[in-house]
């Protein structure tokens, strides 16, 4: 069966610091890729996605992510952290183009100051 | 530009007690989803529907009813409330395939005492 692992539950970072955030996806099949952002009391928001193409893939807030295929990975970076990305980060993955997304128990990233 | 409404924003109900949630979209998608959000477990599909009449089961459907009577509308009912339903409720839509990703409500806080 398809599954996301995000290998870390809480992420603490100081401001201007870099950031990896950790993904691993199961899948004997291609698979499609997603990272999305909850900010306190908000619903999720699409950060980047992976489909095909080039490895590393750009997003938005200065995010980005790269597609592992041997390793099975799609690890979310930021090179200097603000306070402002504090939040709520998950990945998820499609198992093909129609297919429901399945989502990553969350990691939550905290920002100190 | 209101993408995804989710009514009520918080709600508590006694054990026992039914409700409504209501989802609404004006994105013109075909796709729309339930899902609950719990502490360590991310975001698990409650049920889901893939176009105006359908309804199909997630991972989680068990207490719960849909209907997608109109295509911008996604019902959630809860005929009788229990404990373990306490959870944020979460509606997303999207448009058919993979290139969009989804568009999530800001949720629904629901307590069941």
């Known amino acids: 069966a398809q599954s996301v692992t995000q290998l870390d539950s809480q992420v603490p970072v100081f401001e201007e610091a870099p950031v990896e955030l950790r993904c691993n996806y199961s899948?004997?099949?291609?698979?499609?890729l997603f990272w999305y952002v909850q900010y306190p009391n908000q619903g999720l928001q699409l950060l980047l996605k992976?489909?095909?193409?080039?490895?590393l893939v750009k997003g938005i807030n200065g995010f980005e992510a790269e597609f592992n295929k041997s390793q099975t990975s799609f690890h979310l970076r930021k090179p200097s952290v603000h306070i402002s990305d504090t939040a709520e980060y998950f990945c998820?993955?499609?198992?093909?183009?129609?297919?429901?997304?399945?989502f990553g128990p969350g990691t939550s990233l905290s920002v100190i100051p | 530009n209101a993408g995804v409404t989710q009514t009520p924003k918080f709600r508590v109900l006694k054990t026992g007690q039914s409700m409504t949630l209501l989802c609404a979209q004006d994105?013109?998608?075909?796709?729309m989803y339930w899902y609950r959000q719990d502490p360590g477990m991310g975001l698990r599909l409650i049920h889901y529907?893939?176009?105006?009449?359908?309804?199909a089961k997630g991972e989680v459907p068990d207490g719960y009813n849909v209907s997608r009577l109109k295509k911008q509308n996604f019902l959630l009912g809860l005929e009788s409330a229990a404990p373990s339903q306490t959870s944020v409720y979460f509606c997303?839509?999207?448009?058919?395939?993979?290139?969009?990703?989804?568009?999530f409500g800001s949720g629904t806080r629901l307590t069941v005492v």
């Open positions: 997303a839509s999207s448009y058919w395939g993979v290139n969009y990703g989804y568009t």
């Open positions: 899948s004997s099949v291609s698979v499609y």
């Open positions: 992976y489909l095909s193409g080039s490895t």
């Open positions: 998820a993955s499609m198992k093909t183009s129609y297919d429901k997304v399945i």
């Open positions: 994105m013109n998608h075909e796709y």
């Open positions: 529907s893939v176009g105006e009449g359908t309804t």
